[in-house]
């Protein structure tokens, strides 16, 4: 028990120490737990004996992973994107399986480890695309949205893997050994199953029986058990319930002979409709992320590094020959659907690394008999090194899509021919508001975007818009941005923004810009490029938060809306005098004439608020 608690903590304590500095450096968590299981492993040699017993522990954390996407996957909104999971996800996964198998095979491996291999790699890395992307703000690009699919995809591939898997265990009566023996497969880890002795017919039903009975509990048992939970009022017994129903469900299908992972990835789909989904959501996530990072750590520190240094020119070519194979497949996916330009090159350079997902089945793999331990070890080798490469693959993405000329992008611009006063570039949530309210009162406007899906909307609303990029000079000059009197800029991206303002300015210094801002930061950059009136996102909502919140602590109506106005107007007045020493690429906390200023700004706020007259006449 004392060694046991002892492993605990040192793996605690790695990932506490280099996850957060890995997510500093921008290379993601995954990476970072890979990196502590590093360095109290082969590096320190911290863990030792109880790193296998841990490690199914951890295990347990996949489980509950799968089972969180299952909740994040209703069955209506998997049969509305049947199309891309099945046409370009399916085809990914089908098409890198069967080159990389035939890759193995060329090796000599038997057609089952083959098989196994290929699709363990054919599995991209979910946690660092999809975390690069937000970070880059490429995800609602067409070629971010093209790789979000494949990703779900891929996640929801692994079930049926996991389930198939076994089958290929069953057709390989022989395994190798470490040091290249034939062996009878037999499986070490037995499990008490109900399935054992029964005939094939009597399998199946109890198969499919099992599967029924999770179904069945999911629809007509979880609304009375939850609200049985909710009478005792004990915020704990919350997450009691939802762990039961993660370890229940995982045992059962054990005894029926199935994957546990199958079993809470099925009762996740049923579930996902139900109102008790962001329960058990908020109740499991922390779970999941300990133990899936303590998952990735055990994977880390099992790393055969001597395997690594000794064959390092085989490995490293093995690694990028599964980027460039994976990468090459992707490529001619891209071409058939479609996908042009800097999408395309998103699309195939960010797909083209094996998974974290590779990990769990490489483990599952060598529990069933099927990939020998030498064999795994090279494939755990083949897969941390392909992640790691990642990071270069988005760097190279990005060399690429600079040297790109503007005529790649997958769409061609409207021709303008309209004019008005006000040319309104982004319509989005915030500029169709602005569009509405000016159109309404009786003033025309020319409404431009970048984005196909967004024209295509408003023109099925009735609402005319014009695609293109705002911030090509053609495509204003088409506007008519010599003759408008104001532009409003309500793109979502912050430099675009700026970009925008900038040379508007320089075009038209008479211009009125009204411009939308994402933060205070942002605020002081579109003043400096010289927008006349800035309006930051969640300002005016905030205030009229503000207002309610006064109404209902005892100030009246008339009270809290002077409270709102006077901070309103000093607000405005204080964003304009700390514009003016803002500096560009130094901190805010470094700069102390701003730090000052801002000190000074909000004692006159407060005294502005206490000392106004709650009594003086409604104006």
């Known amino acids: 028990m004392e060694g046991f608690l002892y492993q605990a903590s040192i793996y605690l304590l790695a990932a506490v120490i280099a996850v957060p500095i890995a997510a500093r450096l921008g290379l993601g968590s995954v990476l970072g737990y890979l990196t502590a299981g590093i360095l109290i492993g082969p590096v320190l040699g911290l863990v030792g004996s109880e790193t296998e017993s841990l490690q199914h522990f951890a295990e347990f954390g996949v489980v509950m992973m799968l089972f969180l996407i299952g909740l994040e996957l209703e069955p209506r909104a998997l049969w509305d994107m049947r199309h891309k999971l099945l046409g370009l996800g399916g085809l990914q996964v089908t098409l890198s399986t069967l080159v990389l198998m035939g890759v193995a095979m060329a090796y000599d491996q038997p057609w089952g480890v083959s098989l196994a291999i290929g699709l363990t790699l054919s599995l991209s890395s979910t946690a660092i695309v999809l975390q690069t992307l937000s970070e880059k703000g490429l995800m609602q690009t067409n070629g971010g949205r093209s790789v979000f699919s494949v990703l779900l995809t891929q996640d929801i591939a692994v079930i049926p893997i996991l389930a198939f898997l076994p089958l290929i265990a069953v057709t390989i009566p022989m395994k190798l050994t470490e040091n290249g023996a034939i062996v009878p497969a037999t499986d070490d880890h037995h499990t008490m199953s109900l399935v054992e002795g029964l005939p094939a017919w009597g399998v199946t039903l109890v198969t499919i029986g099992a599967i029924a009975a999770v179904i069945l509990a999911g629809i007509f048992l979880t609304r009375p058990v939850f609200r049985f939970i909710h009478a005792s009022r004990l915020r704990e017994m919350y997450t009691a319930l939802a762990l039961l129903i993660v370890v229940g469900i995982s045992f059962l299908m054990m005894l029926v002979g ?62 990028l020959l599964v980027i460039l194979l994976k990468g090459a497949i992707l490529m001619i996916l891209a071409l058939a659907f479609r996908i042009k330009g800097r999408d395309r090159w998103l699309f195939a350079l960010s797909l083209a690394q094996a998974g974290e997902f590779g990990f769990v089945l490489v483990s599952f793999s060598v529990g069933q008999g099927i990939l020998p331990t030498g064999i795994a070890e090279i494939l755990l080798l083949v897969i941390a090194l392909s992640m790691l490469i990642t990071p270069l693959l988005f760097i190279l993405y990005e060399v690429i899509s600079r040297h790109m000329t503007d005529g790649s992008t997958a769409y061609e611009p409207d021709e303008i021919d309209e004019e008005g006063p006000v040319i309104i570039a982004g319509i989005g949530r915030f500029g169709q508001i602005v569009n509405r309210l000016v159109q309404g009162s009786g003033f025309a406007t020319v409404v431009l975007d970048h984005d196909m899906e967004t024209i295509q909307l408003m023109r099925r609303f009735g609402v005319k818009g014009f695609l293109g990029d705002p911030t090509r000079p053609d495509i204003l000059t088409a506007a008519g941005i010599k003759d408008a009197r104001v532009l409003v800029v309500a793109l979502d991206d912050p430099e675009a923004a700026i970009t925008l303002v900038t040379y508007a300015r320089k075009l038209r210094p008479d211009l009125h810009i009204v411009a939308r801002a994402y933060d205070r930061t942002h605020t002081y950059r579109l003043y400096q490029a010289g927008a006349n009136d800035i309006v930051r996102e969640m300002f005016d909502s905030s205030l009229r938060a503000g207002r309610y919140v006064l109404e209902n602590v005892g100030l009246s109506e008339y009270e809290a809306a002077e409270a709102e106005r006077v901070f309103y107007h000093h607000d405005r007045d204080t964003v304009r005098q700390l514009a003016a020493l803002w500096k560009p690429g130094v901190k805010i906390e470094q700069n ?28």
Request: aromatic share 8%.
């Open 258 to 319: 199935l994957s546990p992972a199958l079993g809470a990835f099925l009762a996740g789909v049923v579930l996902a409709s139900s109102e008790f989904r962001h329960e058990l959501e908020t109740d499991l996530e922390p779970f999941k992320g300990l133990l899936l990072g303590l998952f990735f750590i055990t994977v880390g520190s099992g790393i055969n590094f001597p395997l690594l240094f000794g064959n390092a020119p085989a490995i490293l070519s093995m690694a």
């Open 592 to 619: 102390k004439e701003y730090v000052e200023r801002a000190k000074e700004l909000q004692r006159d706020l407060e005294t502005a608020l206490l000392s106004r007259e709650p009594e003086k006449k409604r104006a």
